[in-house]
């Protein structure tokens, strides 16, 4: 079972939670861009039906998507900011980009994009659902080579979380990609080949840290669902406001 986005349209003008057996919380993101899977920034609210509140929706003017979430009170996160920014692992990342790159400042960005608009899906479009969910860990950097011009850009991990037909959680390193401008007019070449040659070096030492994680998070534990949750998954506040450019969180459902 992959990562998809969730949807729920059309929607009255007020949602209305009512009490469902182990639903304590009913959260409503409003995304800027016109579909909630183009991450971004956005504002969260959340109704615990414990409290038997309402969920005002937005004016059409305020929020160009929406993402509803029904939240029970067995589910699990997993904060992917958190993971990906663990000292060991970051460091790990800045020796395998080589001297010449710099990371600009912490934290790693985590964020997702469709399968569909991955860098990699040229290479393999079969190999995932156009609409599935790829979670991406974002490097921006700066390159300085000895007597030639400076470039700047971004370099993409990209983790695909899914179950297996078991239940059981998996996190797998697919690909990377990078984007730079800078280094004209002469040196874009060798700037282009040396983070070629540089960037798979990060996947080992990521699956490895991964791996590491899943291990201590889901040894021997089975799950029904996954999804991901713009933000750190909170449960709390009213429009507050959060970009799933830079935060992002796995949850999931344990198995009956």
Avoid at 70 to 98: C, H, I, P, T, Y
Avoid at 205 to 229: C, K, M, N, V, W
Wanted: aromatic residues 10%; negative net charge.
């Amino acid at each position: 079972m992959a990562i998809s986005p969730t949807w729920t349209l059309p929607l009255p003008e007020r949602l209305r939670p009512t009490r469902i057996c182990d639903v304590t919380v009913v959260s409503l993101y409003e995304f800027e861009h016109d579909q909630p899977d183009k991450a971004g920034w956005f504002r969260a609210s959340h109704v615990s039906l414990a409290a038997a509140g309402t969920l005002h929706l937005p004016d059409l003017e305020q929020a160009r998507s929406l993402l509803v979430r029904v939240r029970l009170d067995d589910e699990q996160l997993l904060d992917l900011g958190a993971l990906f920014n663990e000292e060991a692992l970051v460091s790990r990342l800045d020796r395998a980009l080589g001297k010449d790159v710099r990371r600009l400042a912490l934290p790693l960005r985590a964020s997702y994009v469709t399968w569909a608009r991955a860098e990699l899906r040229d290479a393999e479009p079969e190999r995932h659902q156009d609409w599935e969910l790829l979670v991406t860990v974002n490097v921006d950097f700066h390159l300085c080579l000895d007597w030639r011009s400076d470039a700047g850009g971004t370099i993409v991990y990209y983790v695909f979380f899914y179950l297996d037909e078991e239940g059981a959680l998996h996190g797998e390193v697919e690909g990377g990609s990078f984007a730079f401008t800078g280094g004209y007019p002469f040196d874009t070449g060798e700037i282009f080949r040396g983070l070629e040659k540089n960037l798979p070096r990060g996947f080992a030492p990521l699956q490895a840290h991964l791996d590491q994680t899943i291990a201590g998070f889901a040894t021997e534990r089975r799950f029904s669902e996954i999804y991901l949750l713009p933000g750190r998954g909170e449960k709390r506040g009213r429009r507050r406001w959060g970009s799933a450019d830079k935060q992002v969180c796995l949850a999931l459902l344990p198995a009956e």
